[in-house]
């Protein structure tokens, strides 16, 4: 009986101490777990990256567009998983593409950085002038003067389609032709009237890599207007965009061709040139005193025959001879027979307002009759107002002739009587005023379009060919030629009021 009360006695004592050993295990672990809990809130949280939580609402821009990444949403990143909104991050793209194509945008904060992609495509961003879209056949390169590519051009103005049309495109040029800024040769297959010019098929893109106020040419298509050459190129700045990729910009110019809209001489007129270019062409002549000359019209690979080669190569000859005889200048049987002088004054007059050092000269002749040898279309100013084979401080100091002393105008000079012309015909130039508007107002149309330009084409700071020395901005570009044209006109005025 003691035995059975022993154990009962010790049973229950187990189970006592069993219950107060699980009361207070339990006890010891929520007292643990309350004090990791209270170490986990004292513990500091550090922090970690940055994270894009949201895309810009807008990913893809037009060519050469400046992206807007409103939308965007970026936050910190900390080590217990929370995550805090950032307001203050920046933007920047790598590349704001004249090209179709996808590149990479960051965001930075805090030091740390995240990409994501942003894709250039479709038209170009609004510059304020037309936009040229060339796309060849199979994306083919152009890389040959000789050899036409095929190709379509549509032309846009402020993202309406004007026009589209099949054609075929090939380079031109001579030393420009060697320029990374390339420029074209256009062959439409139908006639059409190009951003309001006359209609034809032939068309030219003058690039201007050299001229980096891009007025030269427009400016002397002016000069030539308000001289009232018998015709003058007409043409009209456009923005150039080749199989998607921004080429800069360009004037889209009237090729110079026989036509009555153009040169407008009978259909077996001459219309040629004298180039130093000229053994490059299909047919040329050399005349007694070396000056090389290559036909436009008659078509020197269809139409022109033997007897129209020789006759014009002797009609030059025969002037040649006639300014190195004794009778050189008399009004019957020198000079004047075979040349009309006016157009010869007006061409000297002409190139020396630009200081155009270029050689190269156009010329048409009506007939293998009584006709004389009439100077012009103008063309070719890449070496003009104040620049061309110089290398001193710009604007060039401005008291020099061109072209007194080549192509025949050194004896014409000689000539009491050519040299009363040139004066009578400068006494009637009205240019002075309407060619400073024209440096104004064409810079301005042209601000937004250089910029795009010189982007893509970065030669502001450096010496391109015949440029000159470098001036680091258009702005400066622009003021240095518009005073150069200034003095060099005012010197010239001068000078010919003493002829």
């Not at 035995?3 to 643990?32: G, I």
């Not at 000789?146 to 495109?169: C, D, F, H, P, W």
């Not at 155009?356 to 002749?365: A, L, P, Q, R, S």
Request: with cysteine; net charge negative; charged share 30%.
């Amino acid at each position: 009986m003691k035995k059975v009360q022993f154990n009962l006695l010790h049973s229950v004592t187990l189970v006592l101490a069993l219950v107060f050993l699980f009361a207070a295990c339990e006890e010891e672990v929520v007292v643990e777990k309350e004090k990791e809990k209270e170490e986990e809130t004292e513990r500091p949280k550090f922090f970690v990256d940055i994270r894009i939580t949201k895309l810009p609402d807008k990913t893809t821009f037009r060519l050469g567009e400046e992206p807007d990444f409103s939308g965007l949403e970026v936050v910190e990143l900390y080590t217990d998983g929370s995550k805090k909104p950032i307001t203050d991050f920046e933007v920047s793209c790598s590349d704001i593409l004249l090209k179709k194509g996808t590149t990479k945008a960051t965001v930075t904060a805090r030091n740390r950085s995240k990409t994501f992609n942003i894709t250039f495509e479709g038209d170009l961003v609004e510059t304020g002038l037309p936009v040229v879209y060339i796309v060849t056949e199979g994306n083919a390169v152009i890389d040959s003067k000789e050899n036409y590519v095929n190709a379509t051009m549509t032309i846009k103005e402020k993202g309406k389609e004007l026009s589209k049309q099949s054609m075929r495109i090939r380079g031109r040029g001579n030393a420009t032709w060697t320029y990374p800024k390339k420029p074209y040769r256009l062959k439409l297959d139908n006639k059409s009237a190009l951003l309001g010019m006359n209609e034809h098929k032939d068309w030219v893109l003058l690039a201007n890599y050299c001229d980096k106020s891009l007025l030269r040419t427009g400016i002397s298509f002016k000069l030539s207007e308000l001289m009232k050459f018998a015709w003058t190129p007409d043409s009209r700045f456009v923005e150039v965009v080749l199989n998607e990729e921004y080429m800069g910009n360009y004037q889209l110019v009237e090729q110079i061709k026989r036509d009555k809209n153009r040169v407008n001489i009978p259909k077996d007129g001459y219309l040629f040139e004298r180039d130093n270019y000229y053994w490059q062409e299909p047919r040329y002549f050399v005349s007694n005193r070396g000056y090389g000359y290559s036909f436009k019209n008659p078509d020197p690979e269809e139409d022109l025959t033997d007897e129209q080669w020789q006759y014009i190569l002797d009609y030059v000859n025969e002037l040649e001879a006639v300014l190195a005889s004794d009778h050189w200048n008399d009004p019957e049987t020198g000079y004047p027979k075979y040349i009309d002088t006016r157009s010869f004054a007006l061409w000297f007059i002409f190139h020396n307002i630009l200081a155009n050092i270029d050689t190269n000269v156009y010329m048409t002749k009506d007939d293998m009759g009584s006709s004389k040898i009439v100077m012009g279309p103008v063309w070719d100013f890449e070496w003009s107002i104040g620049i061309g084979w110089y290398d001193g401080p710009r604007p060039r100091p401005a008291n020099y002739y061109v072209w007194n002393r080549d192509f025949y105008f050194d004896t014409l000079l000689k000539d009491p009587a050519f040299k009363k012309l040139i004066k009578e015909e400068w006494q009637k130039l009205d240019v002075y005023d309407q060619l400073l508007n024209y440096f104004d107002e064409t810079a301005k149309l042209l601000d937004k379009s250089q910029k795009f330009n010189f982007r893509r084409w970065d030669i502001l700071n450096i010496r391109v060919s015949v440029g000159g020395r470098p001036l680091g901005s258009y702005e400066e570009e622009v003021a240095c030629d518009r005073q150069f044209f200034i003095n060099h006109y005012n010197w010239l005025n001068g000078e010919i009021y003493r002829y």
